[in-house]
């Protein structure tokens, strides 16, 4: 791992896309019993590889759903196809198998840091082995066939998330955005496609999978997250420069925030940890747990939220989300 960019790279996901052969995707799936089929297969298939919890989307509340999906553990898609969908997660959580997915099967593998060999080491364990026991979709000319053509070859999606503060504060960003998609890269928000790019978290993965390698790939996107690294370590060193007053000044307002307020938006909660993250990596605040402090910007969204304290009613939520923040932070966070 990069300890130099332990501030940046947040985690590393290899997300990989396989159908079983002879079923129809999710949205032409003939009955329930084909689901089931294909959930119990893969099932037993991962289970003698690794202990994995099997959970049904079926059995669970809506809030549950987007209590997982705010932790990053499954996708919008599986939500969507709640009636016939589950997800199987070893015991530390980063591993991760959706089943009747947009695919029949996405498994993924996610770690800390910028590290994108060693969780592709662990996923491929974990693939070769399924590959052993379920008879999966694969064409000798476009490789492992997916629902999407973007995911035809490998069926490999590698990604990066990044925590991107100081080159929001300048053009930067936005050269970045640009330029990705000529190069064959993605460029996305806190939860995947489609979503904002809030609190300066931003996900950059290959945007193709067909007509390349498993190691093309991970080489391709390493070297440009690496690139990236090192234009956010260059940004941080002019903004402190250049901007150094008005950069204390947002920091330590944000903090103030988080300490004092008495209602707290789920966007503003992001935003707002997002500056004091910003403010540990620049020295000016102290962070005396980091892992503990990162859970924030899950455990306050929400349905999470709604899980840790136990309320329903819409209009309670940024009470007790501010209550809670409130708690935390003068827990966690300290000036230097």
Do not use: W
Request: aromatic letters at 8%; glycine letters at 6%; a negative charge.
């Amino acid at each position: 791992m990069n300890e130099e960019f332990e501030n940046i790279a947040i985690s590393s996901r290899i997300r990989l896309a396989r159908n079983v052969s002879g079923f129809n995707f999710f949205t032409k799936l003939k009955s329930e019993d084909d689901a089931k089929f294909i959930v119990g297969s893969v099932f037993s298939a991962i289970s003698k590889f690794a202990d994995f919890d099997l959970i049904t989307l079926k059995n669970l509340s809506l809030n549950e759903c987007n209590a997982l999906l705010e932790r990053h553990i499954i996708s919008k898609e599986l939500i969507e196809n709640k009636d016939i969908s589950a997800v199987a997660l070893s015991d530390d959580e980063h591993l991760i198998v959706m089943m009747n997915e947009e695919d029949h099967i996405r498994e993924q593998c996610i770690v800390n840091g910028f590290n994108l060999y060693r969780a592709y080491r662990e996923i491929k364990v974990l693939d070769d082995g399924l590959l052993q026991e379920v008879d999966v979709a694969y064409s000798g000319d476009y490789g492992f066939i997916t629902s999407s053509p973007a995911n035809l070859g490998t069926g490999m999606r590698a990604s990066v998330m990044l925590f991107l503060p100081a080159l929001e504060r300048s053009a930067d960003i936005d050269l970045i955005r640009k330029e990705a998609k000529s190069l064959g890269f993605t460029v996305r928000g806190l939860y995947g496609e489609g979503t904002d790019t809030y609190g300066s978290f931003y996900q950059i993965s290959n945007q193709n999978s067909l007509g390349l390698s498993e190691q093309e790939i991970l080489d391709k996107v390493s070297d440009y997250v690496y690139q990236i690294c090192q234009m956010e370590l260059s940004a941080r060193e002019d903004v402190l420069a250049r901007q150094h007053d008005s950069v204390v000044d947002e920091v330590f307002r944000a903090f103030g925030i988080l300490k004092n307020c008495h209602l707290l938006s789920e966007k503003e909660m992001i935003e707002k940890l997002a500056l004091v993250k910003f403010g540990q990596a620049l020295g000016f605040l102290k962070i005396t747990d980091e892992k503990q402090f990162d859970k924030l910007f899950v455990d306050g969204c929400s349905a999470n939220l709604k899980e840790l304290e136990s309320f329903s009613l819409e209009k309670e939520e940024q009470r007790r989300r501010s209550e809670y923040i409130n708690r935390k932070i003068k827990e966690l966070v300290s000036k230097s």
